[in-house]
């Protein structure tokens, strides 16, 4: 591992340690509201912060380090707020108990943070030769 891919990884935790942060709060202040994408948004924070840092897509070692930074973080605080007693509102779902839920969603995050850390949008295009491309515009001389 690279002192670039310590680095990236160390964004990743600091995204996602600073989203969770924010939902264990929330969760403390308001028991009674679930906040039903929070563990959905932490997970999908490592993966999108360690891309910010980065001009093209993660390898794959590097993709899945922070996909399971983001996982085991958001994990940590879904049991916090689980054990806490701060996830009291209702799921999406009756028959889906808030703990169901929680994990549903993390996994969730995981397969899309998979996808954002190593699928190669917003990277440079390769540049096109400009004498291989046709043009469009004619010449008044060729008419």
């Known amino acids: 591992m690279t002192k670039t ?5 160390a964004y990743a935790a600091f995204g996602v340690a600073a989203i969770s942060l924010l939902w264990i709060i929330l969760a403390a202040v308001t028991p009674t509201t679930n ?21 093209t897509r993660l390898r794959a070692p590097l993709s899945v380090a922070t996909v399971a930074v983001g996982v085991a973080v958001t994990t940590v605080a879904a ?41 190669p949008f917003g990277d440079k295009p390769a540049t096109q030769d400009p004498a291989a491309s046709t043009s469009s515009r004619s010449s008044s001389t060729d008419h």
């Open 35 to 55: 906040y039903h994408l929070a563990p959905l948004v932490a997970v999908l924070a490592a993966p999108t912060t360690a891309r910010m840092t980065t001009t």
């Open 5 to 9: 891919d310590r680095r990236v990884i």
């Open 79 to 119: 049991v916090l707020i689980q054990v806490a007693g701060w996830a009291q509102g209702p799921s999406f779902s009756p028959s889906i108990t808030p703990l169901t839920e929680l994990v549903v969603l993390i996994a969730v995050g995981g397969v899309l943070g998979a996808v954002i850390a190593s699928v």
